[in-house]
């Protein structure tokens, strides 16, 4: 081996790498945090060698002690990471050749890094997402306890942000709990799909070793080994959907993040978020800024931008592997993180949200949320809808002008507008008739919330 070149390739090159060159395509700034799921392929392999015949008992033993003191080494920080061995596989070997002698050279046997770093990465990915569905559940958790809480507590429904009809908050609160609950059914799936082996692939067309890809693929944990190595090292298809359901969830997150922020404000004034959540201004000592939810709902950005970038690097590449892939860890790490760290806050901060109920209730008798009760209470009495229609925006023109609500009025002037208005009326124009009267499932009466909150325990039971 020439000392002019790279040690893990330098065979038929004449010259080293030019050093910014080296700089310029090495990953392992970035790759290394795969270390753990590397080393653990690495054995995988080395186990799965040994039974094929490629390597003695003593090789697979010096392999895995040499990797399980490397592994001890990284998390001490005392591993010297190095540029020139370009990425995290290639500083791993090279170190456990160092370590263990001429073994270390034979691990790569029947192996390439092209299936090497797509069973590090599905490894990898399959991690953090077990950790996102807890978080996911955590969160969830945290919704169904406020939703019980506030299962009786009204405040205004919107639709175009303008008052619509009332609702309860509890309700309000259980549509966030199903966004949630679709966003981790497609982190399931996408994990399922992860969660196949590229191992055996080697560089793109497979192996001439006698190898078994049903041990290692047991070994590790994997669903299937996949069915074809040209497939196997090049797709990357699944941390795209990775970061495609990252961007569904963020858009969710920013959806409550925006409610958040307005329930906050003076206007509207119907939460508190405790301190610990927010921060103050340097100049404007009044301020508590939901500094929170704010930031969530930028962190939206990067993850879509994440998603962009993973779908235009895959776009075009022919088979099997490029280059290009490389580019696929920094886009899908921090995506990772971003998901993660918005996750956390969320499932911290929700739960501690103090409603104000006064003030939501105060809000919900203002901007005629009753309206449609009253068309309903004609309907029942016989008037065609249209017609009702008709009559209660006569009533609300009239509220308007006089500056009264419909429950505020007396029965002359609502009569005013139907001889078919009696004094039952008010029955239905009162905030609590109107949620108590949507009894279905799915609708906003507080039983109903109560047992979708039941139902959506019984659901994250399942989940253990
Ligand atoms: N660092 C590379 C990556 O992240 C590993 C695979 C490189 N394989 C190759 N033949 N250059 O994709």
Redesign the pocket.
């Known amino acids: 081996m020439s000392d002019k070149t790279n040690q893990q390739w330098g065979g038929r090159f004449n010259e080293p790498t030019d050093a910014f060159v080296a700089r310029f395509t090495a ?1 392992v700034k970035f ?1 290394q945090r795969m270390y753990l799921q590397d080393i653990r392929g690495s054995i995988a392999h080395a186990k799965m060698l040994t039974q094929a015949g490629v390597l003695t008992e003593d090789e697979r033993d010096d392999i895995i002690r040499g990797l399980g003191e490397i592994r001890v080494e990284i998390e001490r920080g005392e591993f010297e990471w190095s540029i020139e061995l ?2 995290v ?1 290639m500083n791993i070997e090279a170190a456990l050749t160092k370590k263990i002698g001429i073994t270390g050279k034979k691990l790569h046997t029947g192996r ?3 299936d ?2 797509a069973t590090d990465i599905r490894l990898y990915l399959r991690d953090e997402i077990d950790l996102i569905l807890a978080e996911i559940t955590r969160l969830q958790q945290g919704l169904l306890g406020i939703a019980e809480r506030e299962a009786d507590t009204i405040m205004p429904g919107f639709t175009h942000l303008q008052t619509a009809q009332p609702v309860t908050f509890g309700h309000h609160l259980l549509a966030w709990f199903e966004m949630l609950s679709r966003d981790f059914g497609r982190f399931e799936d996408c994990r399922e799909r992860a969660n196949i082996m590229p191992l055996g692939a080697a ?1 793109l067309a497979g192996t001439t070793y006698p190898i078994q890809r049903d041990l290692t693929c047991e070994l590790l944990e994997f669903n299937a080994p996949a069915e074809n190595s040209l497939d196997a090292v090049s797709d990357r298809d699944f941390a795209i959907e990775f970061c495609s359901a990252s961007s569904i969830l963020l858009m969710h997150l920013t959806r409550m993040s925006e409610e958040l922020v307005l329930w906050t404000s003076a206007q509207f004034d119907f939460i508190n978020l405790p301190d610990r959540f927010c921060t103050g201004s340097s100049i404007m000592p009044q301020k508590k800024n939901p500094d929170v939810p704010e930031l969530v709902r930028g962190k939206s950005g990067r993850v879509y931008g994440h998603l962009m970038s993973l779908l235009t690097l895959m776009k075009s590449q022919p088979l099997a ?1 490029n ?1 290009d ?2 580019e ?2 920094e886009p899908l790490f921090d995506a990772i993180d971003t998901v993660k760290g918005c996750l956390r806050a969320f499932a911290d901060m929700v739960p501690a949200l103090e409603s104000k109920k006064e003030s939501m209730r105060e809000a919900a008798l203002r901007g005629f949320s009753t309206a449609t009760d009253l068309a309903d209470y004609l309907v029942r009495k016989g008037m065609p809808f249209r017609d009702a229609h008709e009559v209660v925006g006569k009533s609300v023109a009239y509220g308007i002008e006089q500056g009264k609500d419909l429950g505020e009025m007396s029965l002359e002037e609502l009569a005013q507008f139907s001889d078919t208005i009696e004094a039952d009326v008010f029955e239905v124009l009162t905030l609590e008739g109107s949620v108590a009267a949507r009894d279905h499932i799915g609708g906003t009466a507080p039983n109903q919330v109560r047992a979708a909150v039941k139902r959506g325990q019984a659901k994250l039971d399942e989940r253990g």
């Open positions: 990953s790759d370009e990425d596989h390439s890094r092209n090497q770093v560089a592997y280059k892939n490389q696929d860890k």
